[in-house]
């Protein structure tokens, strides 16, 4: 069972920023979370990943809690081409890639 | 640039037909998964190695087979193919890493339909 909730779909204004949540409650101190997406009729690609600490690169940005008991995926200006599913991912053990059901992002104009 | 390459894009084959997906990668990676796709479903592990000649179940196994007698290519085995493998077959790659924490590449997938 993958071991994060995410909600199932969220709407976002072109240009303006997407903020996806996660929840990962159970998420153990060795375990990283990964952030991939899945544009319609392509495999999943990679976004970004983190520990403890927020991380930023040419993609997006990721903020984790405190207690690591949560996530935000943050697109800073979300564009048409960013419409599709996002995953939030716990690494459970040696790289095994357990997708959840994801959140279905809808940029519009 | 990185890749990984599913043999074929589309297929279509005959129950009771043995089908073999292929998937090459060209980073060097020691790990492969193979995952299928269905609408409702999500992404669901089926197999995945971690080196050469050796392969673990992942959550649905049944009915599936998989080689990977190389580094670089990791095949997909239906002995005999039912309409319920109908699928998108996806094939991933990742480093081992130091530090569990290397992102995973995936195909663009290969949709079977077997009729």
């Known amino acids: 069972d993958a071991k994060t909730t995410q909600p199932p779909s969220m709407d976002c204004a072109e240009g303006r920023a997407a903020n996806l949540p996660c929840n990962h409650s159970t998420i153990s101190g060795n375990e990283y979370v990964y952030w991939y997406r899945q544009i319609h009729s392509q495999g999943p690609q990679y976004i970004i990943h983190g520990l403890k600490n927020n991380e930023t690169n040419e993609m997006a940005s990721l903020i984790i809690t405190e207690d690591r008991k949560s996530s935000t995926l943050i697109l800073p200006h979300a564009t048409l081409r960013d419409t599709a599913v996002y995953y939030c991912?716990?690494?459970?053990?040696?790289?095994?890639?357990?997708f959840g059901a994801g959140t279905i992002l809808r940029v519009k104009s | 640039d990185v890749k990984v390459t599913q043999s074929s894009r589309y297929l279509v084959k005959r129950t009771g037909e043995k089908v073999f997906l292929e998937c090459v990668q060209d980073m060097d990676h020691e790990n492969m998964f193979w995952y299928r796709q269905d609408p409702g479903l999500g992404l669901r592990l089926i197999y995945f190695?971690?080196?050469?000649?050796?392969?673990e179940k992942g959550d649905i196994p049944e009915g599936y087979s998989v080689s990977r007698e190389k580094k670089e290519r990791f095949s997909l085995i239906l002995e005999s193919a039912s309409t319920n493998q109908t699928s998108m077959y996806l094939c991933a790659s990742s480093s081992l890493g130091s530090l569990l924490n290397t992102e995973a590449f995936f195909g663009q997938g290969t949709r079977l339909t077997v009729v």
């Open positions: 190695s971690y080196d050469v000649k050796m392969k």
């Open positions: 991912i716990v690494m459970l053990s040696r790289d095994k890639l357990v």
